[in-house]
């Protein structure tokens, strides 16, 4: 894990995920560069930690954001020939060529990753932020709108925030062109599963990864938590794989503290 740190500007912030190697490439630095924090946090916005943002929420810590954007990255970027060739990111760049990037971001909170996921993917890219609390919903588009960049990319459409329970997803069929195909290229989640939710692997596209904190025993959500990612080949074949552990705040049933633990 990235050392503490108490950055006073973006740039100090970012340059020290930089030198620490938890940013190791080119795009998504230069991403972190464009995308301020202090847009997103409400205080201490340029520390590596996390901050309260009311509702039981809080906007995950730099290096998490930073870790779970570069996990997702093949998965992010538009997927054409001469991009791979001059990305930095080569042959890792995994999609169907032509393919809209579809990108999902659960419990999307203070709306940085929202930002940070489609200023990746590129100008044709769909990406929606899925939050149970309306409040938070709304903070997440009041915040983006804080920069002509953000603000531009929601006046597209093709960024948006939706109130709703992220445990079941978010339906592609009102967003697929063509014959494009239903799901997401890459779901992010960004508060603690009791489990590894099927419906959410249900919905990647193949290819497609899940990345998603989930607590070491099924359904007991005070155990200890850790990174998964689920990857879907391009022939629909499952790989799930444990990473290191976290600390997030859990996914639960919105207006209560309850868990929910039935799905
Ligand atoms: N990734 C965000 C927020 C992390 S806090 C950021 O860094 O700013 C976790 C978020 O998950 C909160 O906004 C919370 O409201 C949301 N959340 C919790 N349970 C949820 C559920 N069942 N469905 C959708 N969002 C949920």
Not at 29 to 44: C, H
Not at 107 to 113: A, H, Q, T
Not at 215 to 237: L, R, Y
Request: aromatic content about 6%; overall charge negative.
């Amino acid at each position: 894990m990235v050392q503490q740190n108490s950055a006073n500007s973006n740039e100090s912030l970012v340059e020290h995920m930089w030198r620490n190697k938890v940013i190791t490439h080119p795009m998504v630095r230069s991403a972190f560069l464009k995308v301020d924090r202090g847009q997103y946090a409400p205080g201490d916005a340029y520390d590596d930690s996390p901050q309260v943002l009311g509702h039981h929420a809080t906007i995950s810590a730099p290096h998490m954001h930073a870790k779970a954007v570069e996990s997702l990255l093949p998965y992010l970027l538009p997927y054409t020939k001469s991009q791979q060739a001059t990305n930095g990111v080569e042959e890792d760049v995994v999609g169907v060529r032509g393919r809209r990037r579809r990108i999902l971001d659960i419990g999307s909170g203070s709306g940085f990753l929202v930002h940070m996921l489609a200023e990746l993917a590129g100008e044709t890219a769909v990406v929606i932020g899925v939050d149970h609390i309306d409040g938070l919903r709304k903070l997440g588009e009041t915040n983006m709108r804080r920069s002509p960049e953000g603000a531009a990319l929601l006046a597209t459409g093709r960024v948006r925030f939706c109130l709703g329970d992220g445990r079941k997803g978010w339906p592609t069929a009102n967003l697929v062109d063509g014959d494009d195909g239903e799901g997401w290229d890459a779901i992010h989640v960004g508060a603690a599963a009791v489990k590894l939710h099927d419906e959410l692997v249900r919905q990647l596209r193949s290819p497609g990864r899940l990345f998603i904190p989930v607590a070491e025993e099924e359904n007991n959500w005070s155990s200890d938590k850790h990174i998964w990612t689920v990857d879907k080949d391009e022939k629909g074949n499952i790989t799930k794989t444990k990473h290191y552990q976290v600390k997030y705040v859990s996914l639960m049933d919105a207006l209560g503290a309850a868990p929910h633990l039935s799905t």
